[in-house]
Structures are given as structure tokens and as C-alpha cells.
């Protein structure tokens, strides 16, 4: 039975609220996915009023050229990191230009089992603008409670080793134990068990759309 995702000529939008969630909840399945998608990642707070982060940037952008992307698929934000629930509705109208300039077909945001203010905010923003649209949340493993993917993508080895190395890229965070190699390959490989497949990325499916269509004669 054939049960591929087929994303060729889609266009996938990532939305992450700091430097690094991308990367920690979906960077296998963007170095997969890449080649054959059209693929941007956008970053909200670039966090830049905590002066231990001022490479975050850099370094995000390095993480992502790792990933493949080009930098004009990157953008980056500036919202204030830890303040995102005051920022609401100005989050919620940055949603909905990104809807109107890029029409994603399909849109991967912060799982709703995430804990931290900002994750959550964006979440929930995102489900509000993005009606009608596929609807994925990944995990980021330091905040979320209670977590369990109920959508999963094999990934390759060699996207696995695209994400260690793209994480690599954050110096700023080399010592936290969530950018651990061992632990990022943990996660794949348990995905994968779950699904029967050697490695996968792992997401909860907020909303997903799609029609049946008859088959072809």
C-alpha cells in the first residue's frame, strides 16, 4: 500500500516563537522535505534583549543553512521574548500577513502540549490564522507536558545527521542538555517505533485538511 505524504510543489510554512524551535521540534523532516518542497521558516522573537543571546541570530541562520534553506526563506522577528501574551493581537495580525504574502498549504507551529507562554501564545494565534489550513504542532522537549505524536514522517539517517549538526550550530547553547546528539537521535528513533519506521519526526495534528477524491481510471 502506498502511504507517502505527497508534498511535491507544496508550499510548508514553519513558525517557531525563538531561535532554535524550529530546529529542535522539525529539523529532520525539513532537511527531508526540502528538495522537492517549498519550504519557509519564520521566527518571531529574535531575542535579542537578553545580551548572553546576541549570536542567537547568527547562529540560527547558520543552523538553517545547514537545514538547506536559503537565508531569504529565513525571516525573523521582533517581538519580545516572555511578553508574547501581551502581544496577542499584534502576533495574531503578523499571522495573517504571513497568510495572505506566502498561502502555505500546510503550516507545522508549536504543539499545544507546550508549557512555555510564548510557544502558547503562538499556537493559538496560529490556529486562528490559519482556518481552512493543515495544522501540525511539534515539540520542543524542555516545555512541553504531556506530549505524543500522532503524526509522524520517516525521516532518513541522513536528515537525522542534518539536524544533530544544524543544532550544532548554536554555540550559545552547546551545554544545554536538550541539544544533547544523543538525546535529539533518542527522540527520532522512539518516533520511529512508534510508527515501525527506523527514524521519524514526531507532531500532534491540530487540524488537517484534505478532501477524498474517486480514483483514477
Request: proline letters at 4%; a negative charge.
Amino acid at each position: 500500500m502506498d502511504n507517502n505524504l505527497i508534498l511535491y510543489g507544496k508550499k510548508v510554512l514553519f513558525i517557531g516563537a525563538h531561535p532554535d524551535d524550529i530546529e529542535l521540534g522539525c529539523g529532520a523532516l525539513i532537511a527531508n522535505i526540502l528538495p522537492r518542497t517549498d519550504v519557509y521558516c519564520v521566527t518571531l522573537s529574535d531575542n535579542q534583549k537578553n545580551p548572553q543571546l546576541n549570536n542567537v541570530v547568527s547562529e540560527h541562520l547558520a543552523s538553517m543553512e545547514i537545514l538547506g534553506m536559503e537565508h531569504s526563506h529565513v525571516i525573523v522577528g521582533q517581538f519580545e521574548t516572555r511578553r508574547f501574551p501581551e502581544q496577542r493581537q499584534a502576533i495574531l495580525e503578523y499571522l495573517l500577513k504571513l497568510r495572505k504574502d506566502l498561502n502555505p498549504d500546510m503550516v507545522f507551529a508549536h504543539t499545544t502540549a507546550d508549557v512555555h507562554q510564548d510557544h502558547g501564545t503562538v499556537t493559538q494565534e496560529a490556529l486562528r490564522a490559519f482556518r481552512g489550513i493543515s495544522l501540525f504542532g511539534y515539540d520542543v522537549i524542555r516545555s512541553s507536558h504531556g506530549f505524543f505524536p500522532t503524526f509522524l514522517v520517516e525521516v532518513t539517517p541522513a536528515d537525522v545527521e542534518k539536524k544533530i549538526r544544524a543544532l550544532g550550530a548554536y554555540k550559545t547553547y552547546q551545554d544545554k542538555y536538550y541539544f544533547s546528539p544523543e538525546l535529539t537521535r533518542s527522540i527520532l528513533v522512539r518516533n520511529g517505533a512508534i510508527c515501525e519506521r527506523p527514524y521519524a519526526e514526531g507532531f500532534d495534528m491540530m487540524r488537517l485538511v484534505g478532501a477524498f477524491s474517486a480514483a483514477k481510471s
